[in-house]
């Protein structure tokens, strides 16, 4: 391989059509952001849509739910026609609403459809902890001990799954099967489609946990026919902390009764009604629950604009050529000091790189004080995600000669290697 030098990181970074886009964030100076994929950062635009919003609260009160800028009443939908496109569906089969939990709960309700002989929940043993725990309580709830109801498909590295293994625990008692897109520690990108097509040779609804996917991968959820997905919109999204989620819902599921229902899938039409008959809106926002929570979901606005923008195509390629730049400055600056435990494949990747460490803690905590950040996953990931919308090829060259600094000095072990609270 040649030697990548800061010549050709400059040559990258000048032919890059989505280079402009930095200036639209927040980045600073002297510091290079690396942990998108927990949480992306703010933008000019959402901080402007966010003030739009509370404006609209100030200066008209209550009328901002059919008045203002961007109607309260049918933000979540208006917004959902453009995530639509980053999930590849049709507009109504998507809303924005709820977290990735609570979506989870409520879909899990709605499509876990427990009969006599068909009783599992299958998923998978690398997910992460709340999709988890969702699903314990929703077997709970029918009645059902999880210990034996919740099948997690085993890997053989505790890093990533094989497509086979899941397709070989699809047996006639599973019931509904819920896995990740996109693997939170290790960044594998599962099949969706193949997973999709095998759960429904054996007539087994199946449902995507997008988080960690969306805003960075293109998705086609409507022609894989994906019964369902859930998401965040804070990681790759850039919505902001505790930013509105959102979800996917087949429209052959629209007449399916919402597992728990709230005043806000109503019929628009109907929901002032106030009648204790419950009239779902036939699309993905009958499974909206409560009051939207429009100051979490305001941001979305200007940073679903600059998706818009930018295509959800541009971005995936400029991710897959910025994860490819790192590994290989890993391997030219730092060869065999990490074990790199993503996919190396493109089309098996999502937008992170992993890296696996004894010392992953405390190198993190040096990565920082030099200025990356990165983010820990125990015992001993670093994950290292470079954002197509605001991480030039440049910061990636930056980053991999600190962090090399960091290794051939051993500063690292200045530090104690234990995770902070949050990692
Ligand atoms: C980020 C993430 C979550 C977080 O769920 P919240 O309800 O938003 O706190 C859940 N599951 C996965 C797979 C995630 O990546």
């Known amino acids: 391989m040649t030697q990548i030098t800061a010549e050709t990181v400059e040559l990258l970074d000048q032919n890059d059509e989505l280079a402009s886009f930095k200036n639209e964030f927040y980045v600073k100076n002297d510091s290079i952001y690396l942990d998108g994929n927990s949480l992306g950062l703010l933008s000019r635009r959402a901080e402007q849509s966010l003030l739009d919003v509370l404006n609209d609260w100030k200066e008209q009160g209550i009328d901002g739910w059919m008045g203002g800028k961007y109607p309260w009443f049918t933000l979540s939908e208006q917004l959902a026609e453009k995530l639509a496109v980053l999930v590849g569906a049709e507009a109504n089969e998507v ?85 990740p897109s996109v693997l939170y520690r290790s960044g594998q990108l599962l099949d969706m489609e193949r997973l999709t097509k095998e759960a429904h040779k054996r007539n087994i609804p199946i449902g995507f946990d997008l988080c960690h996917s969306i805003g960075a991968v293109p998705h086609e959820l409507s022609k894989w026919g994906v019964d369902f997905a859930l998401w965040c919109n804070y990681k790759y999204v850039n919505a902001g902390p505790g930013g509105v989620g959102g979800i996917y819902v087949n429209k052959k599921h629209f007449t399916k009764t919402p597992g728990l229902s709230g005043w806000f899938g109503s019929k628009k039409e109907s929901q002032f009604d106030m009648d204790h008959t419950f009239d779902a809106e036939e699309s993905a926002g009958g499974f909206q629950i409560g009051t939207p929570h429009m100051l979490s979901t305001a941001p979305l606005i200007g940073s679903l604009s600059i998706f818009e923008e930018a295509k959800i195509e541009r971005i995936r390629s400029k991710s897959l050529k910025l994860t490819t ?20 494949d493109d089309a098996r990747r999502g937008g992170h790189v992993a890296l696996m460490h004894n010392d992953a803690a405390r190198i993190c905590k040096a990565l920082k004080d030099n200025g990356i950040v990165p983010d820990f996953r125990a015992p001993n990931v670093i994950r290292l995600a470079p954002v197509a919308l605001y991480n030039s090829f440049r910061d990636v060259y930056d980053a991999v000669h600190i962090l090399a600094k960091i290794m051939n000095t051993r500063e690292y072990e200045k530090y104690e290697n234990k995770r902070e609270v949050i990692a």
């Open 325 to 344: 730049l790192l590994m290989d400055l890993l391997d030219q600056e730092l060869k065999d000091v990490f074990k790199v435990v993503n996919p190396l």
């Open 95 to 179: 809303i924005v609403t709820g977290s990735t939990t609570v979506n989870l709960h409520q879909l899990a309700a709605t499509f876990f459809e427990p009969k006599p002989g068909k009783t599992k929940i299958l998923a998978d043993e690398l997910t992460f902890p709340s999709d988890i725990y969702a699903l314990q309580s929703q077997l709970k709830l029918k009645g059902l001990n999880p210990e034996t109801e919740l099948v997690q498909v085993k890997s053989k590295n505790w890093m990533t799954l094989d497509e086979q293994d899941i397709i070989d625990a699809m047996t006639d008692d599973v019931a509904l099967i819920v896995l």
